[in-house]
């Protein structure tokens, strides 16, 4: 058997669809909108290596050192009066008692955060691709007031998607106790081990500190590009394995009727149409859960060349990694399409003093509003992505479950 990528990383520190969506149950699908759920790529749109571009230039290109001592480049706090909008914004909100899976910008109107927030989401499709809001009151508004003002700002950015299996559409990184090594079946956010370089299956992440834990749980994000371009200076043969459609990615039991339990797809695409620009998919938990489908034949084994690529490609991320720490209040907004995010194992206070807890949420960006066009049949759809397993509906528990 070929040796395991998770064993062999750094030590820490089809045709597109309509626009239009098909029509829906609104007591099941409050907003109308219903998650799309993963889907293997459209294989005859997945371009060879020599399509790829050997070195990307531009805004989304940056090291560490950019921005490690420059806080004012990637860090906004929020001030008195974005708060106090934002305040009577959810207080409306819970006022008016919508269920939290139907808000949207039209029942969450925020005609002054809406200005800066606009930018930044072309800042984060287009540029940098990351962002960290300081300054959000949870301790004093609580998770149920929280959860509204935070899903609020993320309609401005995204439309929310199903993070699981369940129908989360607010999620909750936290430690559950949990077996982390029972990969197959267990999401390792719901643990306190570490999490390797990835992304997720949106495009647009955002993380909300609740409360920070006793020791490690701290954040490292890189620019997928300036991996990129590293990669073609220094193991260009990694950089082709990465793009070729040979990784099986597993969707550990969270899938509709009819579906495969895993996807066949590459770790680097190609957008589509001219210029397109290079996105990246990965997560090695989701390469290595596999053994049971590769141990009975049903899928190959990883070769070689996948093992060094997998182990390259996490050192190389490692090495170029952004550190930081988020601290309650703390708010990270992050592109899935050309930035990959890490965390360190950490170690939870002992009661009673709360857990480490982050609510997460993951948001579409379809092509109709200037999202990225991917090479998959759903990219025109406004909740593309996520995990949809049949007509599960939306939920928005307040904590983890």
Known sequence: MAPSILETQPVAPHSLSSPAQKPVDRKIFPDGIKTSGQHPPLYDQIRP??????????????KAEDYTNNPERWVHVFNDEEIEELSAVADKFLADKIPLTGISK???????????????????????GFILFKGFPVEKWGNHKSAVAYMGLGTYLGYFVSQNGRGHVLGHVK?????STQIDKVRIYRTNARQFFHADDSDIVGLLCIARALEGGES??????HVWNTLQKERPDVAETLTKPIWYFDRKGEVSVGEEPYIKTSVFYLERGADGRVYSKWDPYYVKSLDRFMDKGIIPHLSPEQVEAAK???????????????????IQFLSNEHVLHAR???????????RRHLM????????????????????AE???????VNDTPPVCPLDAE
Not at 49 to 62: D, L, N, R
Not at 175 to 179: I, P, T, V
Not at 344 to 354: L, Q
């Open 382 to 388: 406004k909740k593309r992505g996520g995990i949809q």
């Open 344 to 354: 360190t194992e950490y170690k939870d206070h002992a009661p009673p003093t709360p």
């Open 49 to 62: 290596y020599s399509a790829f571009p050997k070195e990307i230039t531009g805004e989304s290109v940056w």
């Open 220 to 225: 490292d994000i890189v620019s997928s590009h």
């Open 312 to 330: 390259v490609l996490e050192e190389t991320c490692h090495r170029l990694r952004l550190h930081m720490i988020l601290e309650v209040g703390d």
């Open 360 to 379: 997460r949420l993951w948001l579409a960006t379809p092509e109709s509003e200037d999202g990225w066009k991917l090479p998959f049949h759903d990219s």
């Open 175 to 179: 430690d559950l106790g949990e077996d």
């Open 106 to 128: 039209d029942n969450f109107v925020l005609p002054k955060l809406s200005v800066l927030l606009t930018s930044i989401r072309r800042e984060i499709l287009n540029g940098k």
